[in-house]
């Protein structure tokens, strides 16, 4: 059973199109009923009808999908109260307007973010795919690898939410009793220890299996980041200790001057620990890259390990000296690092990576693709590539790197990307060639591949 995927935009409005066999449709008045009404919480929806098919045609305007907006961040507490009581609402929405709640699309790539409001919508889709392939379970699936360790609460309720949803046992009153027991303001509980469905609760081995490793990894992982403050905590301690135990010893026979100057050095020393301390704290795991062909989907996950994106294929970097870059810092855009070239290239340099120089305003401006993955806009937080201008959204789009090879994908942006003038349909993938034009709303960059010239010349068509 498959269920056919495009992207399309005009007029400035954008729209997610979902074609299905008539065949596994559902039952005929909720259709009507769906299509009739503006329910909250929902995407929506126009059926256009096309040589006997039905296109639903939704309204993505001003969203960007939960796939896209944590590709490169980790949900905490916050991020999954939102997101769990947006499902709470639309699902009595669904219950006052008699419609099925297992209809509604869970993958991430379907949930959407309103970035006016703030607030998540979802797509109700009335075929029998949405029960079978994108239910509650691939979406508690695609968090758990994705919660942010160091949020206590966030770790809780993420793992109550999958431990539930592997158990078959979601329900809103579920759900609100395990955004109660969360809450940073009730009393602090012990995390639970991770229960595995035993073989009698899972018929499918291999999904069992896949289950385990997730919660392996996702314990693992706390454990080492606890582990190395830890370290660090012990290190720094016994160092002061030390410290403090030869200035007691030898105070009385230093000059006032050198006991000043150890009592500095000793608060400097203190001061730059907690700073590192906190630094570390601060510091998160940054997930691998990942790749994803979001158009024209044809098949369906048979299983969670097709629920996280597969890693790009590496950069074959033999072929090609390694090059120092450093991590260079626009004066007038301070609160975002990207990658730059730390020299002027001269006219006829060599690029030695796949890398965006730009043009026009942008002149000056280089940008080296060293990473699979770097996403485009003017989200300081999120973009490898922060461009602070008023046109571009704030995830505008992606680049992704696969062997000598790379795409520009447009993320539902207000203003569109284009290549060499033409523009992309929302979450199209478009080869890269040399010297091609990209344009992100109007900033205009040139695309250089490794082994060719700066030069100003414009693609081939």
Known sequence: ???????????GISCLVLLEDSQTAGQSYQKTIFLENSIPGLIPCKVQRLNG????????????????????????????????ENWLRVCDALDEYLLDMDYLLLAPSYIYRNMHTGDYQFIWFPFQVAREKYGFELLAEYLLPKINHSDKSAVSLGYGVYKEAAE????????????????????EKESPEPQIPSAETEADEETQRIRKKLLDDFYNEEEEESASHRIFAAVCGILFLCILIFFLWHFRLLPLFWIIILLLTLS???????????????????????????????????????????????????AFPPLKAE??????????????SPTVLLENQVSLYPSLVGTGKNAGKTFMLKKNSLLVGKWSDSADIFLDEATVSRIHAKILREGMNCYVVDLNSKNGTRINGVSLAPEERKLLKNND????????????????????EPAEN
């Open 1 to 11: 059973m498959t269920m056919d995927v495009s992207y399309k935009r005009s007029r």
């Open 53 to 84: 098919e039905e296109h639903f045609s939704y309204d993505i305007t001003g969203c960007q999908s939960l796939e896209n907006l944590f590709m490169k961040e980790k949900f905490s507490h916050k991020d999954l109260e939102k997101l769990l």
């Open 168 to 187: 078959d046992n979601i329900y809103p009153r579920t759900i609100k009793e395990l955004l109660y027991d969360s809450s940073p303001s009730n009393p």
């Open 268 to 318: 400097a020393s203190i001061g730059l620990g907690i700073l590192i301390y906190f630094l570390l704290l601060r510091k998160k795991g940054t997930p691998e890259p990942l790749s994803k062909t979001p158009l024209k989907i044809k098949s369906l996950q048979k299983s969670s390990e097709h629920s996280i994106e597969k890693e790009i294929e590496e950069f074959p970097t033999s």
């Open 327 to 340: 991590k260079g810092r626009n004066l007038e855009q301070p609160e975002k690092t990207v990658w730059e």
């Open 437 to 456: 034009i990209i344009a992100f709303a109007k900033e205009e960059f040139r695309y250089t591949t490794p082994g060719f010239p700066l030069s100003p």
